[in-house]
Nanobody, 126 residues
Framework: QVQLVQSGGGLVPAGGSLRLSCVASGYTYSGYCMAWFRQAPGREREGVAATWGGATTYADSVKGRFTISQDNAKNTLYLQMNSLKPEDTAMYYC?????????????????????WGQGTQVTVSS
């Protein structure tokens, strides 16, 4: 059974840092697009960062502050979040989908993904 299990998150003051982790079981990350999404109350789910084949892309709102990475040996995806702002407060989700090529801007589209983690709350206080 394919599964993504998330950890990390929590409450942090503005300007602080957090790291989210996402461990895959039942498959390996090779051949998959991996991404982080977030959803704040009353808002649509938005793509934050994504990676495939070593390439990465970020939403404009997090460029220069967030870093997506993966450790294939540990089957773990990470999202390092620095210089956090109150507007980063949201439920964060990791996601995966099979990929044979770079998806361009669609790699940050939630409808492309069919495997999701359980979500983890990130709250940034002002």
């Amino acid at each position: 059974q394919v599964q993504l299990v998330q950890s990390g998150g929590g409450l942090v003051p503005a300007g602080g840092s957090l790291r989210l982790s996402c461990v895959a079981s039942g498959y390996t990350y090779s051949g998959y697009c991996m991404a982080w999404f977030r959803q704040a109350p009353g808002r649509e789910r938005e793509g934050v960062a994504a990676t495939w084949g070593g390439a990465t892309t970020y939403a404009d709102s997090v460029k220069g502050r967030f870093t997506i990475s993966q450790d294939n040996a540990k089957n773990t995806l990470y999202l390092q979040m620095n210089s956090l702002k109150p507007e980063d407060t949201a439920m964060y989700y990791c996601a995966a989908t099979t990929c044979s090529r770079w998806l361009g801007s669609l790699i940050l589209s939630s409808y492309k993904y069919n495997i999701w983690g359980q979500g983890t709350q990130v709250t940034v206080s002002s």
